[in-house]
């Protein structure tokens, strides 16, 4: 099969999430291991950094691994989904997988894909794993796909876990409050590996702690440790304070949006760990990975700019959580109209994110071309 052909019968024959919804998730790492144990368990011939959390922890994993690439460790990166080619999902040093690997992954497995049958996202994973073995990374940054505690990422004992902000997001497979929520999200820590927690919501610390206690895993709030702040007007000159350990560090970021500042901490903090462990990371590789992330990493879609006139942003925010951060950032800015392009999947609590968005801007309703998308004209209703 040449890429195409592969990539159309993992979409046929693997349930997807992104595709299908909560059917493709299950509440079980079996699939994960089995496969994992058919490639000779690849996942434990690198170092890896564990990412969780409902809003961030995209962003986060990308600034982490441009921080470690900066530094001249060659770095894995996995995140989900892809917002433009399969291939985004797994790089090292910022560079895409190779399609070909791709094709012949698959077809080296097709034997346990049709007995195993696991999930689209169980044979991404494993896929990733078997890549990054096979190019001897020193490092992989994993983010989580959805939850923690069965995602099919959480068959890694990773030398550092990260858990980014939590908000309502998956209630349906997650739990509708916010600690059920972050009970999952906690599934990731794992014994005596140190965690970090990027915010420290009064709501939910229990539930880190508790977990963490229970594993004897040193747990830190990252945003009681260090600051961040804007020098001046972020939105435009993308420059910012971090204060820590008595110091002051300013950047001038070229990743955008102000939400930034609750990812920036939890990030420094990790980077403080990975240096305890021996990981060779100075205050300007850390400014210059920081400074670089788009351009290392290749990230999109966080408050992206991508045309100037008119100004043109795309973002990837797709809930409550994450609206109010980027309403937020669109009251900041000076314009005579607002057009806001909107489209959404089925299964979402869809009434507390409409509440959110600008009531005096012009709309466009879309739908994205996958079985879940929601139909454009019933968005519009609502």
């Known amino acids: 099969m040449d890429f195409k052909d592969t990539l159309e019968y993992m979409y046929a024959l693997l349930p997807m999430y992104q595709r299908v ?85 698959i077809e080296s497995i097709r034997g346990q894909i049709e007995e195993i049958q696991p999930s689209f996202f169980e044979v991404t994973v494993a896929m990733a794993f078997d890549y990054f073995a096979k190019q001897k990374v020193d490092v992989a ?135 305890d462990k021996g990981f060779q990371l100075s205050d300007e590789q850390i400014e210059k990975g920081i400074a670089n992330v788009v351009k290392n990493t290749g990230l999109l879609g966080r408050w992206q700019k991508i045309g100037e006139n008119p100004l043109t942003i795309c973002d990837t925010v797709h809930n409550e959580h994450g609206v109010k951060q980027v309403v937020k950032q669109l009251e900041k800015l000076n314009f005579e109209r607002l057009f806001i392009i909107w489209g959404s999947v089925e299964g979402k609590n869809l009434d507390n994110i409409l509440n959110q968005l600008p009531k005096d801007a012009f709309y466009y309703f879309c739908e994205p071309a996958i079985p879940r998308g929601l139909k454009a004209h019933l968005l519009k209703e609502m």
């Not at 919804?21 to 000779?40: E, I, P, R, S, Y």
């Not at 923690?148 to 349906?172: A, C, E, K, Q, W």
């Not at 990252?222 to 972020?234: L, M, P």
């Open 21 to 105: 919804g909560k059917v493709a998730f299950k509440k079980d790492l079996t699939n994960t291991l089995k496969l994992c144990q058919a490639l000779g368990n690849p996942q434990n011939s690198f170092k890896s950094i564990h990412i969780a959390g409902t809003n961030g922890k995209g962003s986060s994993a990308h600034t982490i691994a441009s921080i470690l690439q900066t530094a001249g460790y060659k770095t894995g990166l996995y995140t989900s989904p892809h917002l433009k080619s399969f291939t985004e999902r797994i790089r090292i040093n910022g560079k895409e997988v190779d399609e070909q690997f791709v094709c012949d992954f």
């Open 141 to 275: 940054v994993i983010e989580v796909g959805l939850g923690g505690r069965f995602d099919s990422t959480n068959v890694i004992v990773p030398i550092v876990s990260l858990i980014t902000s939590i908000g309502y997001d998956h209630m349906d497979m997650l739990g509708d409050s916010l600690p059920q929520i972050a009970f999952e999200k906690a599934g990731i820590i794992k014994h005596a590996v140190p965690v970090v927690i990027s915010e420290k919501q009064e709501e939910i610390e229990q539930v880190f702690i508790k977990r963490a206690n229970e594993e004897q895993a040193p747990i830190s709030f990252a945003d009681q440790e260090i600051v961040i702040s804007a020098t001046h007007n972020f939105i435009r000159n993308r420059e910012l304070s971090i204060r820590w350990k008595g110091k002051s560090i300013t950047i001038q970021s070229d990743l955008g949006g102000e939400y930034q500042f609750k990812n920036i901490p939890g990030i420094v903090k990790v980077v403080e760990i990975l240096r």
